[in-house]
């Protein structure tokens, strides 16, 4: 332990404890399938509830199914300092994602814990409820029902593939849990922290073991339909027909020029849906989809209107109707958590970069109610929502490092 140090994390329990959670819904193929509030995560709740209990943390859940483990402070009055990420996987999931930022909170606290040092605020290790939105589609349920960005009554009514609400799915995991107390909802936090694999390859590229997450990229998704006439395709002229493929190969071709036009926008058009769909029927309607995201907003806004615009140059004979069902602006996290992460980094002597994120995660929800931060590790090739999904455990163990003392020092305020 170094003597600028306050904690000391255990490398090998840290790797044990997210290796033992990998079991909860492994797959054979080394991956887990452990969706939201099923069996398998109610199973996974139990353990994390009991290596909290072991530590002498309190648990709690509430409404939207968010577990918590809480380490009283000495002025409990005081806002939380909140750490985690999520523990529900995609169905071809790895062992990190979302796990990883659960265990290092778990870790970071185990060490503070463990130094006997008392903490002026108290810090909650958090699991967000339906980060990945596998089951329940949209995602981040719980972040989202705890920041008031959702209600729980719409939430309650979204069903899975099968039919079953998520209210119904939500009473299962509470009735299962092992005594935890359900609390209220959307209580203050003075900081929020969460650890994640990056799912890109700038740290591995760059052979950084840490990234300071300074935001989370803008995303707007947009369906649109075409609508025109069906008509023989040997017997109708070309002037008469009102084609919504030919309308929608035309905006697509168009949309995607401008996008090129800006560095580093992604712009997909990734479902169509042609009627008929008859090799030999001029298409009578045509519904896609369209999703844009870049770093800049003012970039993501001028897509917008050239969208909006070119619909109307392009769509022909064609009507059209373009409905946004996204508007998800880009996330500039709280410049003084990112410069406390890397002055912990410094004083341990760990290189991190500033990076941007490309994927969503919870900590969006919670930067909009409280000064938020995550901590991004390289995972090989970049490779997640897979089985082969691996980060190296001295990065888990690097940090987990900077989040115990970053802890210290946010739970001291
Ligand atoms: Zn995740």
Redesign the pocket.
Same mark, same amino acid.
């Given at each position: 332990m170094s003597a600028k140090t306050y904690t000391y994390v255990d490398g090998d329990r840290l790797w044990s404890r997210l290796m033992i959670l990998a079991e909860y819904g492994k797959r054979p193929d080394g991956g887990v399938d452990r969706q939201t509030l099923t069996n398998e995560e109610i199973a996974a709740r139990g353990q994390i509830v009991r290596w909290g209990r072991e530590l002498g943390l309190t648990p709690f859940t509430d409404v939207a199914a968010n577990l918590f483990l809480r380490l009283e402070g000495t002025l409990p009055d005081l806002p939380p300092v909140v750490v985690g990420? #999520?523990i529900d996987s995609q169905p071809t999931g790895g062992k990190f994602?979302?796990a990883f930022g659960v265990i290092s909170g778990l870790e970071a606290v185990n060490a503070i814990v463990s130094s006997g040092k008392k903490m002026r605020r108290s810090i909650e290790v958090v699991a967000w409820t339906n980060?990945e939105a596998s089951r329940f589609a949209p995602g981040m349920t719980g972040s989202c029902v705890f920041t008031n960005k959702l209600s729980i009554s719409q939430a309650e009514g979204i069903k899975d593939a099968a039919g079953i609400s998520f209210a119904a799915a939500r009473d299962l995991v509470l009735a299962a849990d092992d005594r935890v107390a359900l609390r209220d909802m959307g209580w203050p936090i003075a900081s929020y922290v969460e650890p #994640?694999i990056e799912q890109a390859t700038r740290l591995e590229e760059a052979g950084v073991p840490i990234g300071i997450v300074t935001g989370i990229q803008g995303t707007r998704r947009y369906r649109v339909t075409i609508l025109g006439e069906p008509a023989h395709a040997g017997t109708a002229e070309r002037e008469v027909r009102r084609d919504a493929m030919l309308a929608t190969a035309r905006i697509l071709t168009a949309i995607d020029g401008e996008a090129a036009r800006i560095p580093g926008f992604k712009f997909t058009a990734g479902m169509v849906n042609v009627k008929p769909n008859a090799p030999s029927v001029v298409p009578q309607e045509v519904l896609f989809s369209l999703d844009i995201r870049h770093v800049d907003d003012n970039a993501v806004d001028e897509i917008d209107a050239a969208i909006y615009r070119i619909v109307e140059r392009e769509k022909g004979r064609c009507d059209a109707i373009v409905k946004e069902i996204t508007h998800a602006p880009s996330v500039h996290f709280d410049a003084i958590v990112q410069s406390k992460i890397a002055a912990c980094a410094d004083a341990l002597g760990i290189p991190h970069m500033p990076v941007f994120s490309a994927a969503g #995660?919870d900590a969006r929800q919670l930067s909009y109610v409280a000064p938020a931060g995550m901590i991004f590790i390289p995972c090989r090739k970049g490779i997640s929502h897979s089985p082969e999904e691996w980060s190296e455990p001295e990065h888990l163990s690097a940090a987990t490092q900077i989040l115990a003392e970053l802890l210290v020092q946010l739970a001291s305020e």
């Amino acid at each position: 332990m170094s003597a600028k140090t306050y904690t000391y994390v255990d490398g090998d329990r840290l790797w044990s404890r997210l290796m033992i959670l990998a079991e909860y819904g492994k797959r054979p193929d080394g991956g887990v399938d452990r969706q939201t509030l099923t069996n398998e995560e109610i199973a996974a709740r139990g353990q994390i509830v009991r290596w909290g209990r072991e530590l002498g943390l309190t648990p709690f859940t509430d409404v939207a199914a968010n577990l918590f483990l809480r380490l009283e402070g000495t002025l409990p009055d005081l806002p939380p300092v909140v750490v985690g990420s #999520h523990i529900d996987s995609q169905p071809t999931g790895g062992k990190f994602d979302g796990a990883f930022g659960v265990i290092s909170g778990l870790e970071a606290v185990n060490a503070i814990v463990s130094s006997g040092k008392k903490m002026r605020r108290s810090i909650e290790v958090v699991a967000w409820t339906n980060e990945e939105a596998s089951r329940f589609a949209p995602g981040m349920t719980g972040s989202c029902v705890f920041t008031n960005k959702l209600s729980i009554s719409q939430a309650e009514g979204i069903k899975d593939a099968a039919g079953i609400s998520f209210a119904a799915a939500r009473d299962l995991v509470l009735a299962a849990d092992d005594r935890v107390a359900l609390r209220d909802m959307g209580w203050p936090i003075a900081s929020y922290v969460e650890p #994640h694999i990056e799912q890109a390859t700038r740290l591995e590229e760059a052979g950084v073991p840490i990234g300071i997450v300074t935001g989370i990229q803008g995303t707007r998704r947009y369906r649109v339909t075409i609508l025109g006439e069906p008509a023989h395709a040997g017997t109708a002229e070309r002037e008469v027909r009102r084609d919504a493929m030919l309308a929608t190969a035309r905006i697509l071709t168009a949309i995607d020029g401008e996008a090129a036009r800006i560095p580093g926008f992604k712009f997909t058009a990734g479902m169509v849906n042609v009627k008929p769909n008859a090799p030999s029927v001029v298409p009578q309607e045509v519904l896609f989809s369209l999703d844009i995201r870049h770093v800049d907003d003012n970039a993501v806004d001028e897509i917008d209107a050239a969208i909006y615009r070119i619909v109307e140059r392009e769509k022909g004979r064609c009507d059209a109707i373009v409905k946004e069902i996204t508007h998800a602006p880009s996330v500039h996290f709280d410049a003084i958590v990112q410069s406390k992460i890397a002055a912990c980094a410094d004083a341990l002597g760990i290189p991190h970069m500033p990076v941007f994120s490309a994927a969503g #995660h919870d900590a969006r929800q919670l930067s909009y109610v409280a000064p938020a931060g995550m901590i991004f590790i390289p995972c090989r090739k970049g490779i997640s929502h897979s089985p082969e999904e691996w980060s190296e455990p001295e990065h888990l163990s690097a940090a987990t490092q900077i989040l115990a003392e970053l802890l210290v020092q946010l739970a001291s305020e």
